[in-house]
DNA sequence: CTGAAAGCGCTTACAG
DNA sequence: CTGAAAGCGCTTACAG
């Protein structure tokens, strides 16, 4: 490969003309321009990034650390930051920590080894050995933990859940189960607390023996599914914090020989991709997947760039989409 | 942030046992890696692997090219991937190209600038500016360009095909259609030799005029479906080249007040997650997709290293796996 | 086992 | 507008 040196060898100039020939054009004259352009393509000259990200320290890339890759909402919200990130001139590196802490300190760390200018996570966790630590450019999107000065991507969980819950209600659904997230999540609370809410405004009870947990898999969701729908006062609908939980309590509710929504009403969130297509269709609360990145992505670009962003806490809006997984309750009129 | 030289200072030695001490101890005295340790952890010395890349001229990081990182199928290709290479010491890239050329090779070109080791390719292009490049490891998976000497990691696609068509065949479908995936793509030229193979076999004639084109999408899909059941003599099965697509036509045929399998028979293709709990279930081909990441990680981790794989093409295993949306043709006793 | 020194390929004040 | 030179933070022959 030819270096910056040989270029300037054959351009007849230094290497430092060479290299404001590239990052600073017009402080070089028209015409010397032009003989280290021939230089260069004569050598098929490729700049070497990774001496220039050591030599300017910085290596424009950012870390993106999500619980799974393979799942379909944030596998849009990733689509969405590779598209501003490219747009920005960064390139973005993968940090699947399947929700574990030591992989997303791994991750973090390489803004402290030079490797990353900044992060973007995903999950409710501060992904460093010291919660105080301010040394690295971060934005926290979809699952924000509470009480940090991270700048945040989110959604009005609380609000969006408490719609759902009312859609129930008004259908006559005075036993809800809940197929909840993990804890220690703010997005899992913040469902929990829109429902409880709705519950409480419509004059419901809301009983804790009602909520299973799930971890967000068809299969938890299927599986939560059989404990509700066996106990002696099963619930007439089912909310479900994500949408493959809801597929997986719809099969697991069909598989028992019950009707949805004839039987048993169950929702679900997120609207990803498939949920208009399974049986019945879902209804669900959907989000713009593809928003949260481009949004994380511009907040950390500013951070990065020195900027405190205008407004550190971005909410992004939702929708309830009713399909045909929810009904009129059975016993009422 | 503490580099070498501080620590060196503290520990009253040479930068070089520093050095040493992390990346080779064992050619350091046990007393010398303890006063070097001790200097290290009282600095919160991080090694700058930013510096540490460029003056090896490795940067252990790998760039993967994937034309829809939120298409279910890739996304999983890409965790196998990560997992891989996490195990491996390799940071990934991600290049989400949309199948464009342009991007390709911009993101291809990362290796030539030191910023990436090697290539995956999961498209089926050679993401060059000349063909005969041979300058960057590289490995293509999934769909695999004919005719080059990249290593691949694929499917037999026309086998994979064949026992599908066979299956249609089975129950009676004599006319049957195609929603194929883009053209100058060696998955979809697969798909279609394997079908046509089985028509043959079953002295059954293809006919041009029965395949439509679509983009992958579920939206394609049903596009698609609109044309084939339009025609003067609609077929009686659908052969479709992914799961996605046959989730479109499965909705479309659904719209036009046709019954799945009743009057209709689709099948799939990859058996997405999704796949079974679509409304009929799908009939599709199973692949095991995290493998072709790990595989193909694998391969170029030794392609890096200069060894030469054992095998340069793998084949993956598939499966048939019927489910309720194919059925006996209607006219068929 | 250890240290002094060169050098990886760039960028950027500084001087002219 | 241009060049000589320093230096980014490491690693690694080489010599002892």
Redesign the pocket.
């Known amino acids: ?5 040989d270029v ?1 060898r054959i351009a ?9 020939t ?3 054009p ?4 028209e ?3 032009q003989i280290v352009q021939e230089a260069i393509e004569k050598t098929n ?4 990034i ?3 990200n ?4 910085k290596s424009s890339t950012v870390v993106v650390l999500v619980p799974d890759i393979a799942n379909p909402f944030f596998s849009r919200v990733i689509r969405g930051i590779e598209q501003s990130a490219q747009k920005m001139g960064y390139a973005v590196l993968l940090g699947d920590t399947q929700g574990l802490r030591d992989r997303e300190i791994t991750y973090a760390n390489m803004v402290k080894t ?1 490797q990353a200018d900044g992060i973007i996570q995903l999950d409710c966790h501060i992904p460093f050995e010291d919660k105080n630590d301010r040394s690295a450019p971060i934005v926290n999107a979809c699952d924000c933990v509470r009480g940090t000065d991270m700048p945040t991507v989110q959604l009005d969980n609380i609000a969006a859940a408490e719609k759902m819950a009312n859609h129930l209600i008004s259908l006559g659904h005075k036993n809800i189960g809940v197929i909840s997230g993990p804890e220690n999540s703010t997005i899992t609370n913040d469902r929990l607390r829109g429902l409880k809410k709705a519950l409480e405004n419509a004059g419901l009870e809301y009983s804790p023996s009602n909520r299973m947990y799930g971890d967000y898999s068809i299969h938890s969701g299927a599986m939560a599914a059989v404990e509700l729908l066996e106990k002696e006062n099963p619930p007439s609908a089912i909310f479900c914090m994500n949408d493959e939980m809801a597929i997986g309590a719809i099969r697991q509710t069909k598989k028992m020989g019950l009707n949805v929504p004839g039987d048993i009403s169950i929702s679900g969130f997120d609207d990803i991709n498939f949920a208009e297509f399974c049986d019945p269709p879902l209804t669900t609360i959907s989000q713009p997947a593809e928003e949260f990145g481009t949004n994380a992505m511009t907040m950390l670009f500013e951070l990065m760039n020195g900027t405190e962003p205008e407004n550190k806490n971005i909410y992004l809006p939702f929708e309830l989409v009713i399909r045909n997984s929810t009904g009129r309750a059975r016993n009422d009129p």
Request: positive net charge; proline residues 3%.
């Open positions: 490969m030819a270096t910056i040196r300037s007849g100039v230094s290497v430092a003309t060479v290299s404001r590239l990052s600073k017009d402080k070089v004259s015409k010397t321009r000259y490729k700049p070497d990774l001496a220039r050591f030599r300017t320290r030079s």
